[in-house]
């Protein structure tokens, strides 16, 4: 995809839906197809979202290095407690109760697919949360974590995306 064919899809997932909240999504995880270890959901403006998930499972030496150190680099108020996947798809839920329309950008797959996984909490059971959309935004050249205050760091690189999406705009 082009940087025209970007601007395109920007514009199609924010100004042009009008006054639908944009909700810029990270994760973290524990390797190639590992289990979530933390989420950000950063909007337009307003109130930021930070979880840490207890994932339960010997963490990868890659991640380990990387990313473990840095779950807590975030500001004091937002430090997340390790919580139970169940506890991080509640939480997920009531950010989003007050949104009928939540858009959830994120510049790679398995944001989306770990997010979505997150919200199943049962067999036969999901979180109480709105009708999502969800809008792959593939950005040639960009890297969050090249362009993130604390690389890894799904808050940081959430807000990075965030930022470069509003200045493409």
């Avoid at 150190?69 to 975030?74: E, M, N, R």
């Avoid at 139970?84 to 858009?103: K, N």
């Amino acid at each position: 995809m082009g940087f025209r064919q970007a601007q395109s899809l920007l514009r199609m997932s924010g100004s042009a839906i009008g006054r639908r909240v944009r909700y810029f999504l990270d994760t973290e995880y524990n390797g190639w197809g590992g289990a979530l270890i933390s989420l950000a959901l950063v909007p337009d403006n307003g109130e930021e979202l930070y979880l840490v998930v207890d994932c339960g499972v010997p963490i990868e030496t890659w991640v380990e290095r990387h990313v473990m150190p840095y779950l807590d680099a975030v500001p004091e108020a937002m430090k997340s407690p390790r919580m139970s996947r169940a506890d991080a798809a509640g939480y997920v839920a009531h950010y989003l109760a007050g949104d009928h329309e939540p858009l959830i950008v994120a510049d790679w797959p398995e944001d989306i697919a770990l997010l979505s996984a997150l919200l199943v909490t049962g067999p036969a059971m999901k979180a109480d949360v709105p009708a999502l959309t969800f809008r792959y935004l593939p950005l040639p050249g960009f890297s969050t974590a090249a362009h993130s205050a604390v690389p890894h760091n799904a808050l940081h690189d959430a807000r990075a995306l965030r930022d470069h999406v509003l200045s493409l705009e």
